[in-house]
């Protein structure tokens, strides 16, 4: 009986493996397919040209655009994320401290994307007077990152040894001692992958950016008080207008998964490289 039980979960898990594998394969062949044919040097470095958004040029804008949306909600999230993280992991006090910690977390996890840029739009571009700007949609974008990256990097903290921990505390090392010399160094490169891994996910969001900083058409952005083109947004515009822009659609989709799947490996293998150090 137990037997035919790890079999029947072997062969489901193998399903469901080769499922998710040729799911994922088959969106990539489909997007490389379609947009291929119009990625090139033009379409990289140029900016979008003729009476419909995207029928001519390139969309060099929107990609410089979405790298400044991303660095700056990066820095917003990453930041307040990084000392939660350490304060959950090593500092908290109390058992009460950290459920409370956890519980803020998981309700920011779970606000809509869409209500965080309504939330940026009515504070910053409205009640402030920011207006629409890179600064304004990267408050949104960093809010949304921020409980993602906040869990990567707790996690890789509490997987640190115990012993090596209660070792550094035997030498008489003081918190922040022990958080410097041996924390961070051990958990590095899975900081930094948690920092790339919230950079690809701010980089895909669309939502905050319609009501925030992001435009239909703008010129490379150089600050953050203005507004400016972003991936996301340029194809869903792209698609929304449908004829002659879906050939650029599905060009912009492309340049977007390659950034994100380009993002993803470094992120992989910078955690996968930090990680033999704790076993040595």
Not at 166 to 171: D, V
Not at 227 to 239: K, T
Not at 264 to 272: E, F, K, M, S
Request: glycine fraction near 10%; proline fraction near 4%; hydrophobic fraction near 55%.
């Amino acid at each position: 009986m137990m037997r035919s039980k790890g079999i029947f979960v072997k062969t489901w898990a193998l399903l469901g493996a080769t499922a998710m594998f040729l799911s994922v394969g088959a969106l990539f062949a489909f997007v490389f397919w379609k947009g291929a044919v119009v990625v090139d040097a033009d379409f990289l470095f140029s900016s979008p040209k003729g009476a419909v958004l995207g029928e001519e040029g390139g969309i060099y804008p929107a990609i410089i655009g979405s790298i400044w949306f991303t660095a700056g909600s990066v820095v917003i999230g990453g930041v307040p994320a990084f000392l939660i993280a350490v304060y959950l992991a090593f500092m908290r006090n109390s058992e009460k401290a950290e459920a409370a910690g956890q519980l803020i977390l998981r309700c920011a996890a779970g606000i809509p994307s869409i209500v965080l840029g309504m939330f940026a739009y009515s504070l910053f571009v409205k009640d402030l007077s920011w207006g629409r700007s890179i600064l304004s949609a990267s408050i949104a974008l960093g809010i949304m990152i921020m409980p993602y990256i906040e869990t990567l990097i707790e996690k890789a903290f509490r997987e640190v040894p115990s012993h090596m921990i209660e070792s550094s505390r035997a030498l008489g090392f003081s918190r922040m001692k022990i958080l410097g010399l041996v924390i961070l160094p051990m958990c590095s490169g899975e900081i930094v992958a948690a920092l790339i891994l919230g950079a690809c996910f701010s980089m895909g969001a669309t939502a905050p950016l319609i009501f925030t900083g992001g435009v239909a058409f703008a010129s490379a952005p150089t600050d953050m008080l203005h507004p400016a083109m972003a991936l996301p947004l340029h194809l869903y515009l792209l698609v929304s207008q449908g004829g002659s822009s879906i050939e650029a659609a599905y060009g912009t989709a492309l340049v977007m998964m390659v950034l994100v799947l380009a993002g993803n490996i470094v992120a992989r293998t910078l955690a996968q490289r930090s990680r033999p150090k704790w076993r040595t």
